[in-house]
């Protein structure tokens, strides 16, 4: 085939962002996710599709929070509408470089 290592032939990487997270990583480094997702596969490692489903669950739920931090923006969300809140209240007055209304810099 002709067009057989087209990427590599060329020296570009086009398809880097398809690859698995244990798969080599650009420059050698282990990807983010790295450790968790080695955590669910070991996990999950000759147990069989259903019982690893049942069994990996909590494994399995920390390498998506790591991939996708869906827990992390949904607890963002909740301490910024608790902020917006007590500043309706007027228990809370944020500070003016939160504001944009810092004092000038020499």
């Known amino acids: 085939m002709p067009f057989w290592d087209l990427q590599k032939r060329l020296g570009i990487d ?3 962002w398809l690859l698995r997270q244990s798969m080599p990583q650009p420059h050698g480094q ?3 996710c ?3 997702e080695r955590e669910w596969v070991e996990c999950g490692h000759g147990l069989g599709q259903t019982r690893a489903r049942r069994e990996c669950r909590l494994e399995y739920e920390d390498f998506l929070e790591c991939m996708h931090r869906t827990k ?3 607890r963002l969300r909740i301490i ?7 500043i309706k209240q007027g228990k809370y007055k944020p500070p003016p470089h ?4 810092e004092e000038p810099r020499p």
Do not use: N
């Open 72 to 74: 992390l923006a949904q």
């Open 34 to 36: 790295h450790a968790f």
């Open 30 to 32: 282990a990807a983010l």
């Open 80 to 86: 910024l509408e608790q902020r917006d809140k007590m």
């Open 14 to 16: 086009v398809d880097s």
């Open 98 to 101: 939160h504001t944009g209304k």
